[in-house]
């Protein structure tokens, strides 16, 4: 199309560069040239002969590596390979109609060099920061059977081989269950949507507290209902797990999981280990952000649901308090490495949008 | 002609050309700093196109006889791979989260099976992946092992060195080296290699009496050391035995590290030395183990210290040294080599092996 651009007159050959010919499917090669034109390219042997001109859309180009030969690739197999960058580079540029290169020796300019990298600093911190609430809207499109199966049989998997039977008196355990109905029907739940169930036991470790599975059983420890008390107390403690069950803590401590792992492997990846142990760490940390985050959740709750039943919101942290004295003012404040709120911090929570 | 035909006629006398590495650390850091910044804000897309870019730098620049080895793999077919790794991850993620532990009983026995025979696959494809994307003067390498052969390297092998307590380790690696070695083509020609054992089980021997002192001397001095060496110093607090029994583990560590690579070195010379390809080529390697354990650890813990900053200068120093003690010896003039297939260029470029491109993303996914 163009092989008017095509001059072999000597010492008018701008858009020549010369290199080495290999035969198609050959570890031979010969001395050679190619001259390029507009859109064009052809082969020029070293006696000077020319060969077919070629549309620059039937040959390959290998795209540039800093310091390694160009490469050219003909239809026919043919390689040709030039160690004289910059006048290949320049030729090419005018074949393609060009009128400046495309990189610089590195593949990019100081501006958008120091662009790209304040892009790269801003961009992971602003989808980090984002990545909750994505993560949220995941868990809030996904079915609650989810939660179920999460959580399905997590019961009675541990009872019996983790839980010991309660010791609680047949009358206490009828009292808490009538509380528990009477906090369910006070919650945002749906009795029908999710299988709430109370089940009350007793465990060496976890006795002075009380836990709630995804899929809607909340467990109560001996150790809890002893230290209590009044009812308030208790009722404050299971509208609180109520509240991990309405805002689904289970299924979007997940998801919020997986997003975390799969920012880390996008970003971090397989880069040297010291950094890995530092984002292993991060990654800690934010998993426990997220929990005292759900804990002031399901507190907030907790108190929307005790003030509906007329009920004292504070008196959960009050039974805490109890629980927690021998810690002194440990307990008080949020820690970078606790999974709950400081104390204070919980009495904020469950005093604030009190009238 | 070739300018190799200035250095004599062809003779039966080999012609001795060293490996060199003619790149340089600056510009491979520059080329790691533009990839890794690029990868970042396309949430690690681009990294398929910067790993063939690194790639394709290291080789360039790794040259014998005044030519250097070329990388073609596609990163489209690298990205697809790293997709597949991703959604396996996920899945298994996912079915270990949500699916009832009943199910996952039946499925767990039946994945680890899938596991078992499946890695040699994925570990051959991978291999086969890279070799054929190599090429050296216009001639792509190939691999034409089976997988029965990389089924009994990756999992009977590694199984008969656990049933012998380690001890047919050597002759496991020498296996090991054949299988690859005796399936890679240089087009046509065929590269062989024989592997005498004694080099390998002498250093075998070496690198284990080393490794069984210094462990002994390690925990003769650590434990009751520590104490009567802190009465002798008299330094009572325990922040300073501490500091000082890390210390020692330190040396001990490293000097662990640096005894293994007698073995990892002599491996690497005895397969350099007996490698064989048609046409009367053979090989030199003759790397110096504690150099090269100096390179290794210094520049490694150089780089782990600055947060992997100083890796792509660590990467380069190490494969720079690796290839200054490596040489062949050609038979004549280097033009004899043939294609297997004559490349039609261009597109068939990418064609090839995409579903190897897969496994290997999938294999370093993992």
Not at chain 1, 71 to 98: C, M, N, Q, T, W
Not at chain 2, 236 to 247: K, P
Not at chain 2, 302 to 324: D, E, F, N
Not at chain 2, 334 to 353: Q, T
Request: with cysteine.
């Amino acid at each position: 199309m163009a092989s008017s651009a095509v001059s072999d007159r000597p010492g008018r050959t701008p858009h020549r560069v010369s290199g080495r010919l290999f035969a198609a499917g050959s570890s031979a090669f010969i001395e050679a040239s190619v001259e390029f034109g507009v859109g064009s390219v052809c082969l020029i042997g070293v006696d000077g002969n020319m060969g077919a001109i070629r549309s620059l859309t039937e040959v390959t180009i290998d795209r540039p590596v800093v310091g390694l030969p160009r490469r050219l690739r003909f239809p026919g197999g043919e390689v040709f390979e030039s160690d004289d960058h910059d006048k290949f580079e320049a030729a090419l540029a005018y074949a393609e109609g060009r009128s400046k290169r495309k990189s610089g020796a590195l593949g990019l300019g100081p501006v958008k060099l120091i662009a790209l990298a304040l892009l790269a600093v801003l961009l992971p911190v602003g989808v980090f920061l984002a990545m909750p609430y994505a993560a949220d809207g995941v868990a809030r499109a996904l079915p609650r059977s989810i939660d179920n199966a999460i959580g399905a049989s997590a019961f009675e998997e541990m009872d019996g081989r983790l839980f010991r039977a309660s010791r609680l008196a047949p009358k206490t355990k009828s009292n808490l269950n009538r509380l528990f109905r009477e906090i369910v029907d006070a919650s945002a739940l749906d009795p029908d949507d999710v299988r709430l169930r109370l089940r009350m036991a007793s465990h060496k470790g976890l006795n002075d507290n009380a836990i709630a599975l995804p899929d809607g059983t909340i467990v109560l420890f001996d150790g809890l209902v002893e230290i209590a008390e009044n009812e308030d107390e208790l009722a404050g403690v299971l509208a609180h797990e109520i509240g991990h069950i309405e805002h689904r803590h289970s299924l979007r401590q997940a998801v919020r999981a997986a997003g975390l792992g799969l920012l880390v492997t996008i970003f971090v990846g397989d880069s040297a280990s010291l950094l890995e142990e530092l984002a292993a760490a991060g990654v800690f940390a934010t998993e426990l952000s997220y929990s005292r985050e759900f804990e002031t959740e399901a507190d907030v709750t907790s108190a929307r649901i005790m003030r509906r039943l007329g009920r004292d919101p504070e008196a959960m942290v009050l039974l805490l308090r109890r629980l927690h004295r021998d810690c002194n003012d440990d307990c008080e404040e949020s820690g970078f490495w606790s999974t709950h709120p400081g104390l204070r911090e919980r009495m904020e929570s469950v005093g604030a949008g009190t009238e | 002609m070739s300018d190799l035909t200035a250095v004599g006629p062809a003779s039966f006398r080999p012609i001795r050309h060293e490996f060199v590495f003619t790149g340089d650390a600056r510009t491979y850091f520059a080329i790691c700093l533009r990839t890794f910044l690029l990868a970042v804000v396309t949430f690690g897309i681009y990294d398929a196109w910067g790993t063939v870019e690194r790639r394709r730098y290291r080789m360039g620049n790794t040259q014998v006889a005044g030519h250097g080895f070329d990388y073609h793999a596609s990163p489209i077919v690298l990205l697809i791979g790293r997709f597949v790794a991703i959604g396996v991850i996920i899945g298994i993620q996912l079915s270990v989260t949500f699916l009832p532990p009943d199910i996952l009983g039946y499925i767990s026995p039946a994945f680890s099976l899938l596991v078992l025979f499946g890695m040699p696959f994925v570990v051959l494809r991978s291999l086969r992946f890279h070799v054929r994307n190599t090429s050296y003067r216009n001639i792509r390498f190939d691999f034409v092992g089976g997988y029965w052969g990389a089924f009994f390297v990756t999992i009977i092998a590694p199984f008969l060195v656990g049933i012998t307590v380690g001890l047919i380790f050597p002759w496991y690696r020498a296996k090991y080296q054949k299988y690859i070695w005796n399936n890679v083509k240089l087009g046509r020609s065929g590269f062989s290699l024989e592997m005498p054992m004694w080099p390998l089980y002498r250093a075998f021997i070496v690198t284990a009496v080393l490794g069984i002192l210094l462990t002994v001397g390690y925990f003769a001095l650590a434990f009751p050391g520590s104490f009567h060496l802190a009465s002798a110093l008299d330094i009572g607090s325990s922040v300073q035995i501490e500091l000082l029994l890390i210390a020692l583990t330190l040396i001990y560590a490293l000097a662990l590290a640096a005894v293994m690579f007698i073995f990892t070195t002599a491996l690497r010379n005895t397969t350099g030395r007996n490698l064989k390809l048609e046409g009367g080529h053979s090989f030199g390697s003759n790397v110096h183990s504690m150099k090269l354990a100096w390179i290794v650890l210094s520049r490694g813990l150089l780089a782990t210290v600055t947060l992997g900053l100083l890796l792509p200068w660590a990467t380069i120093q190490i494969h720079r040294y690796l290839v200054s003690e490596t040489a062949l010896l050609a038979n004549g003039d280097l033009d004899r080599f043939v294609a297997a297939e004559v490349d039609p260029g261009g597109a068939a470029v990418s064609e090839f092996g995409a579903m190897e491109g897969i496994a290997d993303g999938v294999f370093s996914g993992i």
